[in-house]
């Protein structure tokens, strides 16, 4: 059987990391998750887990380097370009959104206000990247 | 002004394209759905429409211009690398699946082979990108605002 896709999520605020594995529980589970709470702890996953992650789900706002900093330079190294990162941030202003596919964001998703939204919107996100996309 | 969202479909397959469109037909989608029968199709309706594409779904095996070459276009564009590609086809195989996104692909499926498969991945698609993802604003509603 084919393993489950790993997901790694770096996200910093431990309320939405919360929300996250919450919803992640309530899905199908079809991928597994694991969580960075910043960019460098993020950068040290990649590097060092046995299991590669298939997917990076990265908030944007983070303390140390920023999301658009840590996507550029996975992007523009040829070990990790082709690793899909979902962008994810509170602000969904059209500029920051062009700007983050213009960096390379693979899609981009703001951020979910409620209990409720969070799990709806969690669920299609595991639904399409874990059994509707194929993955690198 | 047309806000729904804009997915250019570009398959040399006529009979592709008819099942994608039957699939778009089948239900309620709040988007526009066009086809261009080839690559260079695509970057003259890119060029020349109104309105520009908010996604657009490529097939890779097509005569001329194929849709990897595609994808290396419009990435390789200050214009229109934000647009998210996403490809669609029969290549089923992990190199140039990790090709694709290497070359900036947004996301990768597989044409099914029956009817209900393609209607379930072209429902999930437009959920994930229309409903949950934000995608990039275009040119038009740029001059708009």
């Given at each position: 059987m084919k393993p489950k896709p790993l997901f790694l999520v770096v996200e910093d605020n431990a309320d939405h990391r919360f929300l996250l594995e919450w919803s992640y529980q309530k899905s199908n589970q079809s991928c597994n998750i694991l969580f960075a709470e910043d960019g460098l702890k993020a950068m040290e996953i990649l590097e060092n887990s046995p299991v590669k992650p298939a997917l990076v789900l990265l908030?944007?706002?983070?303390?140390?380097?920023?999301g658009l900093e840590l996507m550029s330079r996975l992007k523009g190294s040829t070990q990790w370009r082709h690793l899909p990162i979902v962008m994810m941030s509170a602000n969904d202003d059209p500029k920051l959104v062009n700007q983050a596919y213009t960096a390379g964001a693979n899609s981009f998703l703001g951020k979910p206000q409620n209990y409720e939204e969070f799990k709806k919107i969690w669920s299609l996100v595991f639904e399409f990247w874990s059994l509707t996309a194929k993955l690198p | 002004m047309n806000t729904k969202p804009l997915f250019l479909v570009v398959d040399d397959d006529q009979d592709d394209r008819d099942l994608l469109g039957m699939a778009y037909r089948q239900g309620s989608y709040n988007c526009e759905i066009i086809f261009a029968e080839s690559g260079q199709e695509a970057l003259d309706i890119m060029e020349n429409s109104r309105v520009q594409p908010s996604l657009l779904l490529v097939d890779?095996?097509?005569?001329?211009?194929n849709g990897l070459e595609l994808l290396q276009k419009i990435k390789n564009s200050e214009e229109w690398r934000v647009v998210p590609v996403v490809m669609l086809t029969t290549a089923n195989n992990s190199k140039i699946i990790d090709t694709a996104y290497h070359m900036g692909a947004n996301s990768y499926l597989v044409k099914p082979d029956n009817f209900q498969t393609l209607s379930n991945i072209w429902d999930s698609l437009y959920r994930f990108w229309t409903s949950t993802a934000k995608l990039p604003v275009s040119r038009t509603q740029y001059l708009a605002s």
């Amino acid at each position: 059987m084919k393993p489950k896709p790993l997901f790694l999520v770096v996200e910093d605020n431990a309320d939405h990391r919360f929300l996250l594995e919450w919803s992640y529980q309530k899905s199908n589970q079809s991928c597994n998750i694991l969580f960075a709470e910043d960019g460098l702890k993020a950068m040290e996953i990649l590097e060092n887990s046995p299991v590669k992650p298939a997917l990076v789900l990265l908030d944007y706002e983070l303390p140390h380097i920023n999301g658009l900093e840590l996507m550029s330079r996975l992007k523009g190294s040829t070990q990790w370009r082709h690793l899909p990162i979902v962008m994810m941030s509170a602000n969904d202003d059209p500029k920051l959104v062009n700007q983050a596919y213009t960096a390379g964001a693979n899609s981009f998703l703001g951020k979910p206000q409620n209990y409720e939204e969070f799990k709806k919107i969690w669920s299609l996100v595991f639904e399409f990247w874990s059994l509707t996309a194929k993955l690198p | 002004m047309n806000t729904k969202p804009l997915f250019l479909v570009v398959d040399d397959d006529q009979d592709d394209r008819d099942l994608l469109g039957m699939a778009y037909r089948q239900g309620s989608y709040n988007c526009e759905i066009i086809f261009a029968e080839s690559g260079q199709e695509a970057l003259d309706i890119m060029e020349n429409s109104r309105v520009q594409p908010s996604l657009l779904l490529v097939d890779i095996n097509m005569p001329g211009m194929n849709g990897l070459e595609l994808l290396q276009k419009i990435k390789n564009s200050e214009e229109w690398r934000v647009v998210p590609v996403v490809m669609l086809t029969t290549a089923n195989n992990s190199k140039i699946i990790d090709t694709a996104y290497h070359m900036g692909a947004n996301s990768y499926l597989v044409k099914p082979d029956n009817f209900q498969t393609l209607s379930n991945i072209w429902d999930s698609l437009y959920r994930f990108w229309t409903s949950t993802a934000k995608l990039p604003v275009s040119r038009t509603q740029y001059l708009a605002s």
